[in-house]
């Protein structure tokens, strides 16, 4: 989900279950999206795009889902493990503005044992 | 392999005083670069782009400017840096054409 204010969403999960987390955009005009993986402390890392002319691209342990008609991307984890446990960015871009990307607030994952 | 690197890591200043942040890339040549801020709990804000040497493009007024001498060095600077300053800025650079960024480490600037 987004935040609102400065308290970021929370997701807790337990290890070996499956996270997922969402991300609602506003432009329709998107058509990249991208999920990040921030730790504490470090910059974001890539974790996995999407193109707007799919709705499912699957990596290792994740899969994004994207689903146009209501403008909702999400980003689920199999086997979530405790090294999973950061906060996580959705990220669009459109071919207007080609490299600046738009972030959501980020939802923090916690991975109890 | 390209790799991107941005100091210092850690910074605290006295209002007023100046600044300056370096990012450099390598492994890449013409490479779009980036400076984000992120305030503590927040997403990230874009604060400039370049596209090339000496081009920058600022995203929102304020008390920052940034400059490209060179084409894999990317400085954020202030005069007089202010309270509201404080704050994770983040270099990132993209391959011309392409829509991932490329995140350095960070660096952290307290204001007081």
């Known amino acids: 989900g987004e935040s609102v204010g400065l308290h970021l969403p929370t997701l807790s999960v337990q290890e070996g279950d499956n996270s997922i987390i969402n991300c609602a955009y506003s432009n329709s005009a998107s058509d990249y999206f991208i999920w990040y993986k921030q730790e504490s402390g470090k910059g974001p890392q890539f974790i996995i795009d999407?193109?707007?002319?799919?709705d499912k691209r699957q990596g290792q342990r994740v899969t994004v889902l994207l689903n146009k008609t209501v403008k909702h991307l999400s980003l689920q984890i199999a086997a979530t493990q405790p090294g999973d446990s950061a906060v996580y960015f959705c990220a669009e871009n459109n071919v207007d503005s080609w490299g600046k990307l738009q972030f959501g607030a980020g939802t923090q994952v916690v991975v109890t044992p | 392999s390209q790799t991107i690197h941005q100091w210092p890591a850690t910074l605290v200043q006295p209002v007023g005083s100046p600044l300056s942040l370096e990012c450099t890339v390598e492994g890449t040549s013409n490479p779009n670069l980036y400076w984000y801020r992120q305030a503590a709990g927040r997403g990230l804000q874009l604060l400039f782009y370049s596209v090339g040497i000496g081009q920058i493009s600022s995203e929102v007024p304020q008390n920052l400017s940034a400059s490209r001498p060179q084409d894999r060095q990317f400085i954020l600077s202030s005069k007089k840096l202010l309270l509201s300053d404080s704050g994770f800025y983040l270099c990132?650079?993209?391959?011309?054409?392409?829509?991932?960024?490329?995140f350095g480490e960070g660096s952290r600037l307290t204001v007081l």
């Open positions: 990132a650079w993209s391959g011309t054409g392409a829509g991932e960024l490329f």
């Open positions: 999407i193109r707007s002319n799919m």
